[in-house]
């Protein structure tokens, strides 16, 4: 997606770090860069907005689903795991004890 006019900040990296963005994960600078494209790009604009309402409605209506504790500690060990730049299992997190 693009509105066919050059910007400093390209399309692409607009929209492949858009969660970033929208997560507040990536340093103010970027941000600011961000914000220069979206007043200049109106379909990138209009994704941005599109990914916030859905974002919003995810929140409302599974916001409050609380996360099994036993879940939560092997997806916490696998961003360790990848933090720490070890091998990572190929297993699915979420599966039971094989054979179980």
């Known amino acids: 997606m693009s509105c066919g006019d050059p910007h400093?900040?390209?399309?692409?990296e607009v929209l492949d770090h858009l969660?970033?963005?929208?997560?507040h994960e990536m340093?103010?600078?970027d941000c600011t860069k961000f914000e220069t494209h979206f007043g200049e790009c109106n379909p990138?604009?209009?994704?941005?907005?599109?990914?916030?309402?859905?974002?919003?409605?995810?929140?409302?209506?599974?916001?409050?689903?609380d996360v099994p504790t036993d879940l939560r500690s092997k997806v916490m060990g696998r961003i360790?795991?990848?933090?720490?730049?070890?091998?990572?299992?190929?297993h699915d997190i979420?599966?039971?004890?094989a054979g179980g």
């Open 8 to 12: 400093e900040t390209e399309c692409a």
């Open 19 to 23: 969660y970033e963005f929208l997560d």
């Open 27 to 29: 340093p103010d600078s």
């Open 44 to 65: 990138c604009l209009e994704k941005y907005g599109l990914e916030q309402a859905v974002k919003k409605l995810v929140k409302r209506c599974c916001g409050s689903d």
């Open 80 to 90: 360790e795991l990848i933090r720490s730049g070890q091998a990572v299992p190929d």
């Open 94 to 97: 979420t599966a039971g004890p």
